[in-house]
């Protein structure tokens, strides 16, 4: 009954509203951004697609996790930035509008990537009889989870500008608690060994978190890129969209053991994001 109502019923309630919410903050002229600064959003996405999951693969290697883990932290991996990450990103002085053009970009790329990297990951780490590919229907079902609700909020916010921005705070609000509510339970779900689980992903979550939120800053500061948008390519790829990789668990994959990353980097990634922000602001 915990699972069907996490899965059924909270999980696309929940990420509808996440992602509606996404879609408010957005028109098309963030699309069109790309043209403004195509180095910072190449760098950004090319970093998230391509640098991320190897690391990830490297870290759930290096410390030997449970197959069912590893896959978690790399579906983790390629999920896309959370809308979280734009609000950081303000806080820390980041280039906010760099954020929200990566999170739409990431959010519409990752229907793909999250597919091939999932698949391919189950296939490298678990038994060849446990490879499960992804069907068609459940990749659209993603897609629609994603694009969908995406798509309303910037029609509403087209059509009806001043009642989007009269929405966009209740929606944040409710989005953060139907976030802590996606963690509890999903945790609650795995409560017999989550202790241990933590244990076990704790620190490679960890590590993950402070990798994508290293390599997010230096990586463009070394490849000349401002510093307002170092730190917004650095939250972006910090702050992952952990309600959608839990779903993807869930309700695509059925293993709600692989939900245990997801949770915990949940917890992390807001803790170290905070950090980091103060850091990179140490010396202006």
Same mark, same amino acid.
Request: hydrophobic residues 60%; proline residues 4%.
């Given at each position: 009954?915990? =699972?069907?109502?996490? @899965?059924?019923?909270?999980?696309?309630?929940?990420?509808?509203?996440?992602?509606?919410? *996404?879609?408010?903050? *957005?028109?098309?002229?963030?699309?069109?951004?790309?043209? &403004?600064?195509? /180095?910072?959003?190449?760098?950004?996405?090319?970093?998230?697609?391509?640098?991320?999951?190897?690391?990830?693969?490297?870290?759930?290697? #290096?410390?030997? *996790?449970?197959?069912? %883990? =590893?896959?978690?932290?790399?579906?983790?991996?390629?999920?896309?930035?959370?809308?979280? =990450?734009?609000?950081?990103?303000?806080?820390?002085?980041?280039?906010?509008?760099?954020?929200?053009?990566?999170?739409?970009?990431?959010?519409? %790329? @990752?229907?793909?990537?999250?597919?091939?990297?999932?698949?391919?990951?189950?296939?490298?780490?678990?038994?060849?009889? =446990?490879?499960?590919?992804?069907?068609?229907? /459940?990749?659209?079902?993603?897609?629609?989870?994603? $694009?969908?609700?995406?798509?309303?909020?910037?029609?509403?916010?087209? /059509?009806?500008?001043?009642?989007?921005?009269?929405?966009? @705070?209740?929606?944040?609000?409710? @989005?953060? $608690?139907?976030?802590?509510?996606?963690?509890?339970?999903?945790?609650?779900? &795995?409560?017999?060994?989550?202790?241990?689980?933590?244990?076990?992903? #704790?620190?490679?979550?960890?590590?993950?978190?402070?990798?994508?939120?290293?390599?997010?800053?230096? %990586?463009?500061? *070394?490849?000349?890129?401002?510093?307002?948008?170092?730190?917004?390519?650095?939250? &972006?790829?910090? $702050?992952?969209? #952990?309600?959608?990789?839990?779903?993807?668990?869930?309700?695509?994959?059925?293993?709600?053991?692989?939900?245990?990353?997801?949770?915990?980097?949940?917890?992390?990634?807001?803790?170290?994001?905070?950090?980091?922000?103060? %850091?990179?602001?140490?010396?202006?």
């Amino acid at each position: 009954m915990q =699972a069907s109502f996490l @899965s059924v019923v909270l999980m696309p309630i929940a990420l509808a509203i996440i992602m509606t919410g *996404l879609g408010l903050s *957005l028109t098309i002229a963030d699309f069109k951004r790309v043209y &403004e600064y195509p /180095k910072a959003v190449i760098v950004g996405l090319g970093t998230q697609m391509i640098l991320l999951p190897l690391i990830c693969y490297f870290i759930a290697t #290096g410390l030997h *996790l449970p197959a069912e %883990l =590893a896959v978690g932290l790399m579906l983790l991996a390629a999920a896309p930035g959370g809308p979280s =990450a734009n609000l950081y990103s303000h806080i820390a002085k980041g280039d906010v509008a760099l954020n929200v053009t990566l999170t739409a970009l990431n959010s519409i %790329l @990752s229907v793909i990537s999250i597919a091939f990297i999932v698949n391919l990951s189950m296939k490298l780490l678990m038994q060849q009889d =446990a490879y499960v590919p992804l069907q068609f229907s /459940k990749v659209l079902e993603v897609c629609l989870i994603v $694009i969908l609700p995406v798509s309303v909020g910037m029609l509403i916010r087209k /059509k009806a500008p001043e009642f989007a921005a009269r929405l966009e @705070s209740p929606v944040k609000i409710l @989005s953060a $608690i139907f976030l802590a509510l996606i963690i509890v339970l999903a945790g609650w779900k &795995e409560r017999d060994h989550l202790v241990a689980d933590i244990q076990t992903v #704790g620190l490679a979550c960890l590590l993950f978190n402070v990798a994508c939120l290293s390599i997010g800053y230096f %990586l463009p500061r *070394l490849l000349n890129l401002e510093k307002k948008q170092a730190i917004a390519i650095g939250m &972006e790829i910090g $702050i992952h969209n #952990g309600s959608l990789a839990i779903f993807i668990a869930l309700n695509v994959i059925g293993n709600g053991t692989m939900t245990i990353p997801a949770v915990v980097y949940s917890i992390v990634m807001f803790i170290t994001a905070a950090i980091f922000g103060w %850091l990179v602001n140490l010396r202006n």
